[in-house]
């Protein structure tokens, strides 16, 4: 009872400071940056409002289901009683949603919220689905293969259900992070919008010096490549620096997965995207 009154007071304080933040002067809410991943998002001190802050529109939340119940924390040895995907996320952006017409930021993009599942997607998919099927309200669903966009889109990774059990449902209410061996075959968009990868597996540069002219083409290939499918483009575990964010940003990935939010939040503001590479939701 005390964890899930403290889970519920932080969750408070954290409504309280964002919506001084966007809903006061609307000239000091933070600018949304479309092009951040807020990774590992719930081991910040106020999981997604410290995201918000930023402006950050992407987050991510580790699942474990136990006892019924979708824990967040990156293992099972880790999970605290209350700490739910609803209480953590779901439900503060619901409130935030409505507070603010209809988006996470008033007057701002769609949203994505990414679920990395850590226990087996054949037990926790379908409660996973039963929950996000009560915030349809805010979530971008698929009706009959027809997309109905919401304020945010639930993106699925990890060990995550397989695009044949996900893209078999007539009314789905999440999509599929895909790995790089899926642009070969090319599944579609609509069921798998993003394509992540771990930086080590396709690159050796780390991040300090100059990128290698051959690793650098390697990336833009990928990014190309993944674009001409209309998807995203995310790698984790990258370098975590400006040098890296810089070969990113040249390279047009769609967003920079990264720890330090105030780190990319700087960077950006001084060397932001181009307007026209906003990521699309497809």
Not at 173 to 179: L, N, S, W
Not at 190 to 219: H, I, N, T
């Amino acid at each position: 009872m005390r964890a899930k009154f403290h889970v519920l007071l932080g969750c408070l304080l954290a409504i309280v400071l964002v919506r001084m933040a966007l809903a006061s002067d609307p000239t000091d809410a933070p600018v949304p940056l479309t092009h951040v991943h807020a990774h590992n998002d719930y081991e910040h001190k106020h999981p997604l409002f410290d995201a918000m802050a930023c402006g950050i529109c992407s987050v991510e939340a580790d699942i474990n289901l136990v006892d019924g119940q979708l824990l967040v924390a990156h293992s099972r040895s880790a999970v605290k009683p209350g700490v739910t995907l609803q209480s953590l996320y779901l439900d503060p952006m619901r409130k935030l949603i409505t507070q603010n017409g209809g988006r996470l930021y008033r007057n701002g993009p769609p949203a994505w919220l990414l679920i990395d599942f850590k226990s087996r997607p054949d037990s926790t998919y379908p409660v996973l689905r039963k929950i996000l099927q009560q915030y349809a309200d805010i979530l971008t669903t698929w009706d009959h293969g027809k997309m109905h966009q919401g304020a945010v889109t639930a993106i699925l990774t990890g060990d995550h259900p397989s695009e044949d059990v996900v893209g078999a449902e007539e009314v789905r209410f999440a999509a599929i992070d895909g790995k790089l061996d899926a642009l070969d075959r090319n599944p579609p968009a609509a069921l798998v919008p993003w394509m992540s990868s771990q930086w080590s597996l396709s690159f050796k540069w780390r991040g300090r010096g100059a990128m290698p002219d051959a690793e650098r083409r390697k990336l833009r290939q990928i990014v190309d490549k993944s674009h001409q499918q209309g998807r995203l483009v995310r790698f984790w575990g990258a370098p975590d620096n400006a040098t890296t964010w810089t070969e990113l940003q040249d390279a047009a990935v769609d967003l920079i997965n990264t720890d330090d939010l105030q780190g990319v939040k700087k960077f950006l503001s001084s060397r932001p995207y181009p307007d026209s590479s906003t990521p699309p939701h497809n």
